[in-house]
């Protein structure tokens, strides 16, 4: 794979992340960023990741640190990026003519067969692609934050995308231990989003009407459905949870029916319950601690990725 590059444009959270995968599967990595000092950020931000994944026994792949390390550089020009990269990620703050500007760009430096995905979390791919010469090698890998803790990436094609940029998609996600699941259409907030955002809601709703603690809302899905969710998810739960999905039907689908009656219009995520949640979050981590428990976050998905692999 080292003969094969990489080109990741935008270097933050998503960027860095994804970099990382790609060179824990052997493959050569340039990571360039319109600010120089995120190239570099994100260079010691994997350094100190790698070291720390090193030292917890959860490194991905066969390779070691360094071997791993010396396959990724950094550099300032867009076009060192892209110009030799059979597989391009885009990794740019999620603003429509951003996106179009950069790919824009990109369309006019990169190999006509290069694959050029974007990290886009709910911009569908038509409306990032639609002018660009290059519009049928396109796609969309949106991926689950951070990326290399949480394997799974949503595959949006746009109409126009050849079916072979699918395919060596979804193989070459999968061959670096990502799980991709493709998106058969363009949808607003795909799939992930739209499920997330559908928990938050309910989430928002149940705390602005007194039902329950932020702390104990959280507990719901971490000690509760989350546990499930972790090895299946609500479907097949649903099928085990009766025998089959015909019996489960048969036994719950009125009182689905009669509590989904009342979840009532969506609410805007503003005004004193905003206050409140915030309150009771910052009171058990502070703002200043946000780093430490995103690593202590890491560390257990990690963990639980190897749990799923020696199982
Ligand atoms: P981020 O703010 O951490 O990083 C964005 C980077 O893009 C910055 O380093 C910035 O300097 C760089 N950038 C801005 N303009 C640029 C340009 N013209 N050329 C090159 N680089 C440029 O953002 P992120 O969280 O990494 O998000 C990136 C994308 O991934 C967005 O589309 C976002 O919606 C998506 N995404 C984010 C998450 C998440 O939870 N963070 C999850 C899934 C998908």
Same mark, same amino acid.
């Given at each position: 794979?080292?003969?094969?590059?990489?080109?990741?444009?935008?270097?933050?959270?998503?960027?860095?992340?994804?970099?990382?995968?790609?060179?824990?599967?052997?493959?050569?990595?340039?990571?360039?960023?319109?600010?120089?000092?995120?190239?570099?950020?994100?260079?010691?931000?994997?350094?100190?990741?790698?070291?720390?994944?090193?030292?917890?026994?959860?490194? /991905?792949?066969?390779?070691?640190?360094?071997?791993? !390390?010396?396959?990724?550089?950094?550099?300032?020009?867009?076009?060192?990026?892209?110009?030799?990269?059979?597989?391009?990620?885009?990794?740019?703050?999620?603003?429509?003519?951003?996106? !179009?500007?950069?790919?824009?760009?990109?369309?006019?430096? =990169?190999?006509?067969?290069?694959?050029?995905?974007?990290?886009?979390?709910?911009?569908?791919?038509?409306?990032?692609?639609?002018?660009?010469?290059?519009?049928? /090698? &396109?796609?969309? =890998?949106?991926?689950?934050?951070?990326? &290399?803790?949480?394997?799974?990436?949503?595959?949006?094609?746009?109409?126009?995308?050849?079916?072979?940029?699918?395919?060596?998609?979804?193989?070459?996600?999968?061959?670096?231990?990502?799980?991709?699941?493709?998106?058969?259409?363009?949808?607003?907030? &795909?799939?992930?989003?739209?499920?997330?955002?559908?928990?938050?809601?309910?989430?928002?709703?149940?705390?602005?009407?007194?039902? @329950?603690?932020?702390?104990?809302?959280?507990?719901?899905?971490?000690?509760?459905?989350?546990?499930?969710?972790? &090895?299946?998810?609500?479907?097949?739960?649903?099928?085990?949870?009766?025998?089959? @999905?015909?019996?489960?039907?048969?036994?719950?689908?009125?009182?689905?029916?009669?509590?989904?009656?009342?979840?009532?219009?969506? !609410?805007?995520?503003?005004?004193?319950?905003?206050?409140?949640?915030?309150?009771?979050?910052?009171? !058990?981590?502070?703002?200043?601690?946000?780093?430490?428990?995103?690593?202590?976050?890491?560390?257990?998905?990690?963990?639980?990725?190897?749990?799923?692999?020696?199982?």
């Amino acid at each position: 794979n080292s003969e094969q590059q990489v080109g990741i444009v935008g270097s933050g959270l998503i960027g860095h992340s994804f970099a990382m995968i790609y060179a824990a599967s052997g493959y050569r990595v340039q990571i360039y960023d319109i600010k120089p000092e995120q190239v570099q950020h994100a260079l010691s931000t994997i350094d100190e990741q790698l070291e720390h994944l090193a030292k917890n026994g959860l490194l /991905r792949g066969k390779l070691t640190v360094k071997e791993q !390390r010396s396959l990724i550089t950094g550099t300032n020009d867009l076009a060192e990026c892209v110009k030799d990269a059979f597989f391009i990620q885009e990794c740019v703050y999620e603003d429509l003519d951003l996106k !179009r500007g950069v790919h824009a760009k990109i369309d006019g430096l =990169c190999k006509d067969d290069a694959i050029i995905a974007s990290s886009a979390s709910a911009l569908i791919p038509s409306l990032i692609s639609q002018n660009l010469k290059h519009k049928n /090698r &396109f796609i969309v =890998c949106h991926p689950t934050n951070p990326p &290399f803790y949480a394997p799974l990436v949503e595959v949006i094609p746009a109409p126009w995308t050849d079916p072979d940029v699918v395919v060596t998609t979804k193989q070459l996600l999968a061959e670096t231990g990502q799980v991709p699941v493709i998106v058969k259409k363009e949808i607003d907030g &795909f799939v992930l989003n739209r499920i997330q955002y559908s928990i938050i809601g309910e989430c928002w709703r149940l705390y602005e009407e007194g039902v @329950m603690s932020v702390e104990d809302i959280d507990k719901v899905m971490s000690e509760g459905l989350g546990r499930r969710y972790a &090895f299946m998810g609500p479907l097949e739960t649903a099928y085990l949870n009766a025998d089959g @999905m015909y019996n489960y039907g048969d036994k719950y689908r009125e009182m689905i029916y009669r509590v989904q009656c009342t979840f009532g219009a969506p !609410r805007k995520m503003e005004g004193p319950t905003l206050d409140k949640i915030q309150n009771e979050l910052t009171s !058990r981590i502070p703002l200043d601690q946000l780093n430490e428990r995103r690593k202590w976050r890491d560390i257990r998905l990690a963990s639980l990725q190897k749990l799923k692999n020696d199982l």
